[in-house]
């Protein structure tokens, strides 16, 4: 088959796979790999080379690294320092929750910042007295935003400066993305300000997630426990379990102060419905509070005979005081920044060494780290990689930019940067980010080289505009996350969403090849 004719095939096959959301993205990407070697778009080298990328590694190290921050406490802190220090103007509290999560998002990335404040976003709108759909969409998109100010921001900023240097050009600096940040960010925190209220719902969830950073004190009050019974630190903490119908503990002895069969535990109260027991026998329904190290609790609440009333992980990241491996997360985080900032090695070099010294000095365990490596994004980026090879070696890039340029005019480089601006945003609101800037980048390539100029407006103009995902909840799994503790539905994103995307638009368009000639 006609390489052109397989490559776009296949990508309009991706597209409809992806924008139908039937198929999970990594098996799409698998396919489109596949699919491209079967037809001979590509070689066997190039269906395997994105698994070898640099890219890869690069984003597998700062999962770990964003785990390391929320695991010890790191973000909640932020989060608890917010709700202190912040006063009870609605106006103060939203942009002083936007500038947190955008700062975040710089360091950890747009999932981990939203899911660590998503509580806190809840937990300020109760204390406003606000529903929390008024809160958590200027959230989410103040992470979009937060993204751009350093690469560390998202995947996609590494991804283009690697683009950028594999097309003849220099790679972006660590800081150069703040140049477009800055202004992006201070834009969308006016526009949420003033328009927030009016665009976005009032409603409240049927189940809001709770904020747990308070829990040792609730569980002091509700069993009149002494303080340190109930005090979490960083090794240890107290969690409460539920005993269910046909518990294998049922009828077995159970007194605050004994530990557990396994001796790992220690039972710090027993409750039956709003009484306290010195000592009995487990009956259905049953309240246990265990204390115990964070490991140790979350093996007994994976116990099939119990039911713990929150998670231990949950308790941990929302409560958890900062303690010797936070500080060595923040630590290396702050060496990994000045290492990327001043280029001393290459990008996954560093990132990977910065990972080994946290699991080598159990900041994160084995098993965090497994869990927060989401191989959804690195087979996604993996299997798309070839997809970008294809276009660019069948020629199909080549040809969509010459219709391009035959359509806007090679004179007008405006005209051909909006264009590709356009496409990014419009295909950013149905396909992962990662996914859309890979098969867009060799059509800016091929559009620079056709036309005479830089590439780096090109590769920048598309990072903004794969940012800009503003319209709808499928966009990035950061919109995702506040759906439901927003009760937000699929309609509510684009009315907030829409100014938003033109101020990112209008910045790729006009402010960067001011930044970055053409």
Not at 35 to 59: K, N, R, S
Not at 182 to 208: E, F, M
């Amino acid at each position: 088959m006609d390489p052109i004719l397989a490559t776009v095939l296949v990508l309009l096959a991706a597209i409809v796979a992806f924008v139908t959301n039937r198929v999970s993205p990594a098996v799409v990407a698998l396919g489109v790999a596949l699919a491209l070697y079967a037809t001979g778009a590509v070689t066997f080298e190039q269906t395997i080379a994105g698994f070898g990328d640099p890219i890869v590694v690069y984003l597998a190290g700062l999962f770990v690294i964003s785990e390391a921050l929320d695991s010890t406490g790191v973000t909640a802190w932020a989060g608890q320092q917010l709700t202190r220090r912040v006063g009870d103007k609605r106006s103060s509290v939203l942009i002083a929750l936007m500038l947190l999560s955008a700062v975040l998002t710089a360091l950890i990335s747009v999932n981990g910042t939203v899911a660590a404040l998503v509580p806190v976003g809840v937990a300020l709108a109760a204390r406003l007295r606000q529903p929390p759909s008024q809160l958590l969409i200027p959230l989410a998109f103040a992470a979009h935003a937060g993204s751009m100010l350093t690469m560390l921001g998202t995947p996609i900023n590494v991804l283009v400066s690697e683009l950028s240097v594999e097309a003849g050009s220099r790679p972006f600096g660590f800081f150069e993305f703040a140049l477009v940040g800055v202004p992006l960010l201070i834009g969308v925190v006016v526009i949420v300000v003033l328009l927030g209220p009016r665009l976005l719902p009032h409603r409240y969830p049927a189940n809001a997630p709770r904020n747990l950073g308070d829990h040792a004190e609730t569980l002091a009050r509700d069993y009149a426990l002494p303080p340190d019974s109930a005090r979490i630190g960083y090794e240890d903490g107290v969690i409460e379990i539920v005993i269910p119908p046909r518990s294998p503990f049922v009828g077995d002895l159970v007194y605050p102060g004994m530990r557990t069969e396994s001796g790992e535990l220690v039972v710090t109260a027993v409750r039956r419905g709003e009484d306290r027991i010195d000592r009995t026998h487990l009956r259905t329904g049953d309240i246990l509070v265990l204390r115990g190290t964070w490991e140790d609790l979350e093996r007994k609440a994976g116990n099939p005979g119990v039911l713990p009333v929150d998670s231990p992980d949950r308790i941990r990241r929302q409560s958890v005081h900062l303690g010797a491996r936070s500080y060595v997360s923040v630590a290396v985080l702050v060496a990994m920044c000045g290492f990327l900032a001043f280029d001393v090695f290459p990008p996954a070099i560093v990132v990977l060494l910065a990972s080994a010294i946290l699991v080598g000095s159990r900041v994160v365990t084995m098993s965090q780290v497994q869990s927060s490596v989401s191989l959804t994004t690195l087979i996604v980026v993996a299997g798309m990689i070839p997809m970008s090879t294809a276009l660019q070696t069948s020629g199909a890039a080549e040809q969509i930019s010459s219709a391009l340029v035959s359509w806007f005019g090679a004179n007008s480089p405006h005209l051909l940067l909006a264009s590709i601006v356009l496409l990014v945003i419009v295909l950013g609101q149905f396909l992962s980010n990662l996914a859309t800037v890979l098969i867009v980048a060799p059509v800016a390539v091929a559009v620079a080289e056709s036309t005479g100029v830089s590439i780096l407006p090109m590769m920048m103009a598309i990072t903004v505009a794969g940012a800009a995902s503003f319209l709808t909840p499928v966009a990035t799994a950061g919109n995702l996350m506040v759906q439901d503790p927003g009760d937000y539905r699929f309609g509510d994103y684009w009315k907030l969403g829409l100014p938003c995307a033109a101020l990112f638009a209008a910045v790729a368009v006009f402010l960067v090849p001011l930044i970055w000639p053409f």
